[in-house]
């Protein structure tokens, strides 16, 4: 059985306000767990039913993770999930990369970011929603993205339908927030810009590289017009059809973002 | 301001049983309601405030809508949203098509469908989140798929999550709830059976058809082997790329969904 402490302790984590504060996020079900327990993240604690803690102990051993017992109770009164699952971690959020794409340190990008100019890279602006986000991690992921560079408009990545949804991803994938324009106006010239918008050249006939950094833009109101003056290949993603009741007006974000990049990885096999 | 009946009859619509007893559903904001008065559907009623009632007075005299004001306070009390939009509309469950694939009146799957056999179809299996759901059907009605056949194990078409996700493609979209293996059994050997797999040959260099089925299976099981056992072509999105951490299991069934129907438009231009 959990103590009231260890419960408000976790609680308190569902609240950006505390995760900045404690610097500790919560990642839920088994899968995620695991995901997390053998990624470079470090594990505060683990807080699991019985079963889970037996199926798991040498994971829990290897890796010497602090475990303590839960009972059914306990795990609904910590849950961010409609139906708790078995095991719940608390996760260390590392120290921040902030400075990546600063030159406040004397290195360049390319130092901290070894590979950013000779690799496919995300940019997410505005993504609010976080299943969204948590979604764009995991195609990113999926797709062998390694980068994900983010407006600070963004949700927060240890939001906990964000950790959710992303499966794991999460914890592969290298997020970082920083002033988009900024950086896009550092970085000018160096690598081809691509941002997805409603109309233009078919994404399926556009030249397209191997290198280069695809810009989603919000759900809502897509690139916006800062942003969208640094992007050097525009793309449109074809829609099919109609009917005489009109048609979808746009995709998802996300759904977008896997279309965009399965072709930039498809035109590489 | 709305009455207490009024209110408490929209609010019952929020619940499955009252839909199907009502024969009506809610649709949400004006863009999804403008779609639902412009599309084939019937119009109960709508909510709205002031403000909104008086910038689309042209289109409720046009469709003749029956249109009732509302303060803000009873949008509060009749949304389905987290932030109630100006308007809500309660819109009219069209009679069924239960009986599009079945012969129980004689006619044939052809007849009632025109074109079936000579298109491309989605099938979804136990697709039980209704914004997964809803983001599905706005995939299909971005790439011009007409008929989206469903396992009775999916959720509602009319629930207000997959409604409002699907952002008005529910309206634009022939949605059919059937038994899915009893469906395949019948036209087996008439069109060819398409599904996504984790592994088999890869979609980009897959012999694709112009027409066929896509099954998408759920997010949990993939598809069944029930199903399985009559797809005539396997389908695997290919992963890239993978740190030494492992890498993405799998991709959401609506990201999946959407980078195949992608490559069979792709190839078709």
């Known amino acids: 059985m959990l103590s009231n402490a260890q419960i408000k302790h976790i609680n308190a984590l569902k609240i950006k306000k ?26 505060a604690g683990v807080y699991a039913l019985s079963p889970w803690i037996t199926a798991h102990l040498e994971l829990i051993r290897r890796k010497q993770i602090q475990v303590f017992e839960a009972d059914p109770k306990d795990m609904e009164r910590i849950t961010t999930l ?3 699952g078995p095991v719940l971690a608390i996760v260390k959020i590392p120290p921040g990369d902030d400075e990546a794409f600063s030159a406040a340190d004397g290195r360049s990008v390319e130092q901290k970011l070894p590979g950013f100019f000779q690799e496919l890279s995300l940019m997410l602006e505005g993504i609010s929603d976080p299943g969204n986000f948590g979604t764009l991690l995991r195609i990113a992921d999926w797709f062998g993205i390694r980068y994900v560079v983010c407006s600070e408009s963004c949700v927060e990545l240890y939001n906990p339908k964000v950790v959710q949804s992303s499966m794991g991803s999460v914890a592969r994938v290298k997020v970082f927030y920083t002033d988009l324009a900024s950086l896009l106006e550092k970085i000018k010239g160096r690598i081809q810009v691509f941002g997805t918008f409603l109309g233009g050249e078919s ?16 759900e809502a109101h897509g690139i916006s017009d800062q942003l969208s003056a640094f992007v050097t290949r525009r793309l449109f993603i074809p829609s099919y059809g109609s009917s005489e009741y009109g048609k979808a007006e746009s995709l998802n974000a ?16």
Chains 1, 2 share one sequence.
Do not use: C, H, Q, W
């Open 254 to 269: 996300a759904v977008a973002a896997a279309v965009v990049i399965a072709e930039f990885r498809r035109r590489i096999v």
């Open 203 to 218: 994404l399926f006939t556009r030249e397209l590289d191997k290198n280069g950094i695809i810009i989603i833009g919000s």
């Open 82 to 84: 409609a139906n708790p």
């Open 18 to 43: 505390y995760r900045d504060e404690y610097k500790e996020f919560i990642a839920e079900g088994s899968t995620l767990v695991t995901d997390m327990i053998t990624s470079p993240y470090d594990i």
